[in-house]
Each structure stands twice: as C-alpha cells, then as structure tokens.
C-alpha cells in the first residue's frame, strides 16, 4: 500500500517537474526589442521617437545590453535597455544631455 503511494506521488511530482525552455534572441532580435522599449519609454517621457536605428544587442554577463546615443534637440538622448536572454526586460534608463547647460556652465568659468 505504502509504495503504490510513493509511486503516484513520484509520478506526480514528475509531471509537475516539466521544464520549460523559453527561446533566445540573438543579438539582432534583442537590439529591436530594446530599441521598441526605448522609444516606448522616450515617447512617454519626451513625446518622441527619437531611435530610428541602432545596433544589435551585446552579450553581457548572461543577459542583452544595448547602448545607444541619438541626437536630440541642443543635446543627446542616451538610452541603455537591459533585457533577460529571453527577451524579457530587465531595465530601460534614458538620460538626456542637453548642450546648453553645458555652454552656460563654461560662459560662468570664463573671466
């Protein structure tokens, strides 16, 4: 009795052990996933679009980085999208440069 009991369990507990494999993206599929979110993220922030292209994703430490500088306005949109080798999303950070700042920063240096 016991051991027909430990047989269902076992068997129920190897239906419940099924793996899953999710799928990978390479390298191009990874960069137009991160470009969509960057996008996603700029437009909600800046009412803009501003990635239009951009390279692939890079392999880092087991997960997508991609990295990418686009000109904006007087400045620079910065944006860097981390995403699981599945595809899933790890982080999408924008950071905005503006020139202007910089130029008024340097008239104040100046004698």
């Known amino acids: 009795m016991k051991t027909s009991h430990i047989i269902v369990f076992g068997l129920l507990l190897a239906g419940c052990a099924s793996v899953h494999h999710a799928a990978w993206l390479n390298g191009e599929q990874a960069g137009a996933a991160a470009m969509q979110l960057a996008n996603s993220k700029a437009f909600t922030l800046y009412h803009r679009q501003p990635f239009i292209d951009g390279p692939a994703a890079q392999r880092v430490a087991g ?49």
């Open 63 to 111: 997960h997508w980085l991609w990295r990418v500088r686009q000109g904006y306005g007087q400045g620079d949109i910065e944006a860097t999208v981390e995403l699981a080798m599945d595809g899933s999303t790890n982080s999408v950070q924008l950071q905005l440069f503006d020139s202007r700042e910089l130029l008024l920063y340097r008239q104040r240096e100046m004698p």
